[in-house]
């Protein structure tokens, strides 16, 4: 008979709970955004009360060979290292630590706030907060306040000062005083709320001896709904519970980057999630793109050797802890931004891939601190290879194999210029004629505006500082963040209107919103040729502007000249092979740029 490297137990709330908030369990949701609403967490309560099933938890033990005398980081808790870590059911024990013990829970925004959920011991029903509840002397505003007094054995108290509080409230109300049966009612529904701590969770208990992978399997096995346990899950578990400091300072990174704040790390391009600064901090520190070898390294496994020690780990986490210094340094962090920026992605809007973002900064602070390349140089190369990365959505299929391809060839790298010579030559295999002249034409028939082509024709306009269509001012004055208010200054229209179009026979959406039909008006011109015909607003425009103003419009917006007297798919073919080359314009900008600095 196989062995079984998992022992499964019912483990009562009220002892998984004292074990999170000891430090035996490593609880790592504490730390991060907690994603159920709170009308869930009165449902998994009211579920509870009644006896029904609310799921299972899954811990998975720490290493054997790890002396859990040993503190890593920063942990003011009893237990210096968790004994397990919780792999399954991390949302709903947070959910109960935050309603039963009244620990507070980060929000989207990584904002610390209070989930309370009230209790009414009459008709023994739960409800999430409000100012009525609150006010309400027939209900328990949060039951925290019932656990708490319980704790400290003064339930009979709390209880009598319930009774006491809701007879004044009647009285005063002219209602009638509680009935000896609607006492020993509150008094039993007070008795089942508190009882709560006694409830039965299925725990699996997977042994330290379980690799990642088994552990990943055993999850998909038993988990109803199919969810699948992901590298992120292990790492920042992992994180949490090994070194508080370093997971405090992603997190805090991540909170940062949402809020609009002078000196932190909140930018308009992307806002960061743990996940990003772990691929940073991974490449960066070990060279290597994989979450897969995160997860390892911080169990304290040595790649070469495949062992795992807790020696490995303090080794592991030591170079984590510096590289994370590096990836989280403002300087660099707002340096790169401003590079996103150069190369047309100035908001997060016109960003398609967020991998584009996170692994060229890795290779940017690679280019800085390992190979020491000269601050304009590397804003040149990193310019043109994020131009080119995003455009191209070369990060989007297998994107950790590209990366780990790439770093294994920096291996034997040793100067700035080698660096620089093996993203260019990258750049140069993926930016080819047969690219410009074929294939971006061909990922221009689309409807999509998330599509990366479209956002890189706009990053090509800020590259390019061309003007939004009929008017004298830029694109990128329109795209920078916060110029527009609460009303948008810049709509995107189509050239051809919907509605005539609809006269011409093409009625489907598909056909019509082909984002070579698309460009940008202000706000003012929007509204002046709203659904005229190109024959009727084209004139218009030329008269206003005049002949060389109006052509040099209509070649900065890739409109080809007497558009208006085109067929709609000789509009749409045309336009798109001068998209293309407002691209490539763009790119050759870029690079020019670059070999002027090397003059």
Not at 25 to 33: N, S, V
Not at 67 to 89: C, H, M, W, Y
Request: charge should be neutral; proline fraction near 3%.
């Amino acid at each position: 008979m196989a062995k079984e490297i998992f022992t499964h137990v019912n483990r009562k709330v009220g002892d998984l709970l004292s074990d999170v908030s000891t430090g035996r369990i490593g609880l790592p949701d504490l730390q991060r955004p907690f994603v159920w609403k709170d009308s869930k967490v009165r449902n998994l309560l009211d579920s509870m009360i009644k006896g029904f099933p609310i799921g299972y938890i899954m811990l998975w033990e720490s290493p054997v060979d790890f002396d859990n005398k040993t503190q890593i980081g920063t942990n003011e808790k009893a237990f210096s290292r968790p004994r397990d870590l919780v792999i399954d059911g991390q949302q709903r024990l947070t959910a109960l630590l935050a309603a039963i013990k009244g620990v507070k829970i980060k929000d989207a925004d990584y904002e610390e706030r209070h989930i309370k959920i009230s209790f009414n011991p009459l008709t023994r029903e739960f409800a999430v907060w409000s100012q009525a509840y609150e006010r309400s002397a027939e209900w328990i505003s949060a039951i925290n306040l019932a656990f708490e007094a319980a704790e400290k054995h003064n339930e009979t108290r709390f209880r009598r000062s319930f009774i006491k509080n809701l007879n004044q409230t009647r009285e005063r109300n002219q209602q009638p005083m509680l009935t000896d049966d609607e006492e020993i009612t509150i008094e039993e529904n007070l008795k089942d709320l508190l009882d709560l701590i006694y409830y039965q969770l299925p725990t699996l208990e997977v042994r330290s001896t379980a690799s990642e992978e088994d552990v990943a399997e055993i999850f998909v096995r038993v988990n109803s709904g199919g969810q699948k346990l992901t590298e992120k899950n292990f790492i920042e578990t992992l994180l949490s519970v090994y070194d508080n400091e370093i997971h405090k300072s992603i997190n805090d990174f991540c909170r940062d980057s949402r809020i609009p704040k002078d000196n932190t790390s909140y930018n308009h391009i992307i806002d960061v999630d743990p996940v990003h600064l772990i691929r940073a901090v991974v490449g960066l520190a070990f060279r290597r793109a994989r979450l897969q070898y995160a997860y390892m390294l911080l169990r304290g496994k040595d790649l070469e050797t495949q062992k795992t020690s807790s020696q490995t780990q303090t080794e592991n986490l030591k170079r984590f802890r510096e590289a994370l210094s590096v990836v989280t340094n403002l300087n660099n962090w707002h340096t790169f931004m401003n590079i996103m920026a150069a190369s047309g992605y100035l908001r997060k809007s016109l960003v398609s891939s967020e991998n584009a973002v996170v692994f060229s900064y890795m290779l940017y602070l690679i280019g800085k601190t390992q190979f020491n390349v000269k601050p304009l140089e590397l804003r040149k190369i990193m310019c043109r290879w994020i131009f080119m990365a995003t455009i191209t959505g070369y990060f989007t299929d297998s994107p950790e194999s590209t990366v780990e391809r790439i770093l294994t060839d920096m291996r034997n790298l040793s100067r700035a210029d080698q660096f620089i010579d093996l993203l260019d030559r990258e750049i140069r295999n993926n930016f080819t004629d047969d690219y410009f002249n074929s294939n971006l034409i061909r990922n221009l028939v689309t409807s999509s505006t998330v599509s990366p082509s479209w956002k890189g024709y706009l990053a090509a306009l800020n590259v390019l500082h061309y003007n939004v269509l009929f008017s004298t001012i830029p694109t990128v004055a329109f795209l920078t963040p916060g110029s527009s208010g609460t009303k948008s200054a810049v709509d995107v229209h189509h050239i051809f209107p919907k509605k005539h179009l609809t006269k011409l026979g093409i009625s489907d959406d598909r056909d019509r919103n082909q984002i070579a039909n698309f460009t940008y008006l202000d706000y003012q011109t929007n509204i002046d040729i709203s659904d005229d015909a190109p024959e009727i607003y084209a004139p218009k425009q030329r008269a206003d502007l005049g002949n060389d103003a109006y052509a040099r419009s209509l070649k900065q917006n890739a409109i080809p000249e007497g558009f208006e007297n085109m067929s709609y798919e000789e509009f749409l073919n045309e336009r798109r092979r001068l998209m293309a080359g407002i691209i490539r314009k763009a790119y050759d900008h870029l690079s020019k740029a670059s070999a002027d600095t090397n003059d």
